[in-house]
T-cell receptor, first 111, second 116 residues
Framework: RKEVEQDPGPFNVPEGATVAFNCTYS??????FFWYRQDCRKEPKLLMS???SGNEDGRFTAQLNRASQYISLLIRDSKLSDSATYLC????????????FGSGTRLSIRP | DVKVTQSSRYLVKRTGEKVFLECVQD?????MFWYRQDPGLGLRLIYF???????EKGDIPEGYSVSREKKERFSLILESASTNQTSMYLC???????????????FGQGTRLTVV
């Protein structure tokens, strides 16, 4: 079983729609969680960290469910510019020295 | 601005060649990482380093080695390049966090290596 699993997609949704992705992780001792965004032919960049209490940044909401070992990302009122691959990221230990990436979920927003 | 710089964007090498991929970061980060990214497989960790001269194997270290002689530089070495090492290679760095501190990884622009 992979340490971090994501649905690869692609998710193809119309502009303005709400879309959500989940990501599951296998190590219950994992310490920190993130969502990264990767545009085509570019490097990944941090989208948002995921806190235990959940957090929101504009149209983006991230949630952590430790009991079920998953994190989620919700995008409201999606824009064409949201088209990208979204990578779930987990820090496995308290020293934050080992960062594990999911294989990514591809999102395509159509006009 | 944090900067992680990889020495080449594109490389073409022959099977059996020794290949060096260089990565430099300017933020005094303790942690540095090398990943490869392949379609459908996502980013896979090759090696990482949490301090000068320290290195640890990631998930797919076979066929690779690394060197970290200075804090700002982390080199990935393909001892004898093979066609199955054709991939996008991404270097990243981060501070060494602790406990529940969330630590962001900053990436270089990637090196697309083709082994022929």
């Amino acid at each position: 079983r992979k340490e971090v699993e994501q649905d690869p997609g692609p998710f193809n949704v119309p502009e303005g729609a709400t879309v959500a992705f989940n990501c599951t992780y296998s190590n219950s001792a994992s310490q920190s969680f993130f969502w990264y965004r990767q545009d085509c032919r570019k490097e990944p960049k941090l989208l948002m960290s995921v806190y235990s209490s959940g957090n929101e940044d504009g149209r983006f909401t991230a949630q952590l469910n430790r009991a079920s070992q998953y994190i989620s990302l919700l995008i409201r009122d999606s824009k064409l510019s949201d088209s990208a691959t979204y990578l779930c990221v987990v820090n496995k230990d308290s020293s934050a020295s080992k960062i594990i990436f999911g294989s990514g979920t591809r999102l395509s927003i159509r006009p | 601005d944090v900067k992680v710089t990889q020495s080449s964007r594109y490389l073409v090498k022959r099977t059996g060649e020794k290949v060096f991929l260089e990565c430099v970061q300017d933020m005094d980060h303790e942690n540095m990482f090398w990943y490869r990214q392949d379609p459908g497989l996502g980013l896979r960790l090759i090696y990482f380093s949490y301090d000068v001269k320290m290195k640890e194997k990631g998930d797919i270290p076979e066929g690779y080695s690394v060197s970290r002689e200075k804090k700002e530089r982390f080199s990935l070495i393909l001892e004898s390049a093979s066609t199955n090492q054709t991939s996008m290679y991404l270097c990243a760095s981060s501070v060494r966090g602790g406990g529940s501190m969330n630590t962001e990884a900053f990436f270089g622009q990637g090196t697309r290596l083709t082994v022929v």
